[in-house]
C-alpha cells in the first residue's frame, strides 16, 4: 500500500509503481511483492541502464515514495494476510538488490545480495 494515500498497488501478484528518471517522461513498473524477487516487467519501449537511478510514484496519488532523508531508497506499506503492517523498503538503483522487511522501527528482515549496502544509514525512527 501507499503509505500517503494507502491505496493497493497490487493487482494480481504484482505491485505497480510510476517511475521517473532525469530525462524521460516516465512510465509504469511492476515488480514481485515476493520480498527477494527482482523480477520486473514494463513497456518494452524502456531501456534501463545499469546504476539508472529513479524516483517511485504511488500511482494513485502521486506520492514520492522516497525515504526522508535517503533518497536511494523507496519505501511501501505490506499488509499481510493477519493485518500486520510492515514497510518494505528498497532501493531506487537499477541493478542494486537490496530490500528491508521494517516494523516498530526494527528491521526484521532484509533481501538481496546488496542489502548490507544501507543498512547503517537507514533511520530506523522513521518506521513505527
Ligand atoms: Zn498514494
Same mark, same amino acid.
Not at 511483492?33 to 545499469?50: A, C, I, N, R, V
Not at 530490500?99 to 530506523?124: P, S
Given at each position: 500500500?501507499? *503509505?500517503? &494515500?494507502?491505496?493497493?498497488?497490487?493487482?494480481?501478484?504484482? $505491485?505497480? =509503481?510510476?517511475?521517473?528518471?532525469?530525462?524521460?517522461? @516516465?512510465?509504469?513498473?511492476?515488480?514481485? *511483492?515476493?520480498?527477494?524477487?527482482?523480477?520486473?516487467?514494463?513497456? *518494452?519501449?524502456?531501456? =534501463?541502464?545499469?546504476?539508472?537511478? =529513479? !524516483?517511485?510514484? &504511488? *500511482?494513485? &496519488?502521486?506520492?514520492?515514495?522516497? $525515504? +526522508?532523508?535517503?533518497?536511494?531508497?523507496?519505501? $511501501?506499506?505490506?499488509?499481510?494476510?493477519?493485518?500486520?503492517?510492515?514497510?518494505?523498503? =528498497?532501493?531506487?538503483?537499477? @541493478?542494486?538488490?537490496?530490500?528491508?522487511?521494517?516494523?516498530?522501527?526494527?528491521?526484521? @528482515?532484509?533481501? @538481496?545480495? !546488496?542489502? +548490507?549496502?544501507?543498512?547503517?544509514?537507514?533511520?530506523?525512527?522513521?518506521?513505527?
Amino acid at each position: 500500500m501507499c *503509505p500517503k &494515500c494507502r491505496g493497493y498497488l497490487g493487482v494480481d501478484n504484482k $505491485v505497480i =509503481f510510476c517511475i521517473k528518471t532525469k530525462g524521460w517522461e @516516465g512510465g509504469l513498473l511492476m515488480l514481485t *511483492p515476493e520480498l527477494g524477487d527482482y523480477t520486473s516487467l514494463h513497456h *518494452p519501449s524502456f531501456s =534501463f541502464k545499469e546504476n539508472d537511478d =529513479f !524516483d517511485f510514484y &504511488c *500511482p494513485i &496519488c502521486g506520492y514520492d515514495l522516497s $525515504v +526522508d532523508g535517503e533518497k536511494r531508497l523507496a519505501k $511501501v506499506i505490506l499488509k499481510e494476510d493477519n493485518d500486520k503492517e510492515y514497510y518494505v523498503i =528498497f532501493s531506487k538503483i537499477k @541493478g542494486e538488490q537490496c530490500t528491508y522487511k521494517v516494523a516498530n522501527q526494527k528491521v526484521e @528482515g532484509k533481501f @538481496g545480495k !546488496d542489502a +548490507d549496502k544501507h543498512i547503517n544509514v537507514l533511520n530506523l525512527s522513521a518506521f513505527k
